[in-house]
């Protein structure tokens, strides 16, 4: 069970560092995820963050028209920096308890 | 000539965004590995289809080399497999889309406009499709079976979700959302159902 976990958030620190793509990171975190069994399990903390990522990952595109973009649609360049931005919030959180 | 057929002939239930070219899900064009197909490698089958001018070449991370056109006139493509490759090679774009409606998907390789009353909004309609493939269902198919949940107000957002159990049985939810108007399809996707759950306790979804 808790390796899925880890692997959740070695792939955020791989994307993080530049090791992975955001899309690779999409492929290899958002459905996995969605399908894993034991991730209720997990601390609700965690649950919470990766359940934020899934959303935010909903409108994320490779390209954005205008009319996407009027709709909250971002690019995975723009998702990267958001992504980072929330993780480090998330381990100063992680890091206080 | 066939002034639409860059949709497939049908620009109601269809659309191109850049107004020129065919869109695929997943972005770049026209491409063949480094193996040869027909005695010609990548490179000497994209020139002989559209010209030194229109043709690009590239590698992946995987060193598959990829030939591709931005604009060939017809339309924009990926060719994914030998079927494809074989379809495009002997007639283009319509060779693409007769196949289609002859294996029972016509239109398959391109996006909804609109389904039910509701537009459907570019970056929505590649997340519907991905969505499509994941389930194996058409596009249609999931919208169609998807509005037919439960409708939330979702607080944060000013938007409506539809939320229904996943098809294949797992558990979890698919996901279209509307924009406040009630006039577009602005994304769609999966949710765990512990978290549609904690959206109501929350108050963050309320039950129209």
Redesign the interface.
């Known amino acids: 069970m808790m390796s899925n976990l880890k692997k959740y958030i070695d792939l955020i620190e791989r994307v993080s560092k530049g090791d992975i793509l955001p899309r690779e990171f999409e492929i290899d975190f958002?459905?996995p995820y969605?399908?894993d069994?034991n991730?209720?399990r997990y601390d609700e903390n965690y649950?919470d963050f990766f359940?934020l990522i899934?959303?935010k990952?909903?409108?994320t595109?490779?390209?954005?028209?205008i009319?996407?973009r009027e709709?909250?649609?971002i690019t995975y360049e723009e998702f990267l920096d958001w992504l980072i931005e929330q993780y480090t919030i998330f381990q100063k959180y992680r890091n206080k308890q | 000539m066939n002034l639409y057929g860059y949709v497939g002939g049908d620009p109601v239930n269809y659309f191109d965004?850049t107004g020129k070219v065919r869109e695929w899900a997943e972005?770049v064009n026209f491409w063949w590995t480094d193996r040869t197909y027909n005695g010609q490698t990548a490179k000497e089958a994209c020139y002989a289809s559209f010209g030194a001018d229109g043709c690009r070449l590239q590698r992946d991370k995987n060193r598959n080399l990829y030939a591709w056109t931005e604009d060939i006139g017809r339309g924009r493509m990926r060719v994914t497999d030998p079927t494809e490759r074989e379809i495009v090679e002997k007639g283009g774009d319509a060779a693409v889309l007769a196949a289609e409606a002859a294996a029972g998907r016509p239109g398959a390789s391109l996006l909804l406009k609109s389904f039910g009353g509701y537009k459907i909004?570019?970056?929505?309609a590649?997340?519907i499709k991905r969505l499509a493939k994941?389930f194996k269902m058409s596009p249609r198919k999931i919208i169609e079976y998807t509005l037919k949940g439960r409708k939330y107000s979702d607080r944060k957002?000013g938007n409506f979700n539809f939320f229904r159990s996943r098809p294949d049985g797992?558990?979890?939810y698919l996901?279209i959302?509307v924009?406040p108007d009630g006039k577009?399809i602005?994304?769609?996707?999966?949710?765990?159902a512990?978290?549609v759950e904690s959206g109501i306790r929350r108050g963050r979804f309320t039950l129209q």
């Open positions: 958002y459905h969605m399908d069994k991730a209720d649950q359940d899934c959303e990952l909903d409108t595109s490779t390209k954005i028209d009319e996407s709709y909250g649609w | 965004p972005g909004v570019a970056s929505a590649r997340k994941k957002t797992k558990s979890g996901r959302t924009s577009r602005i994304s769609a996707g999966v949710v765990r512990r978290g």
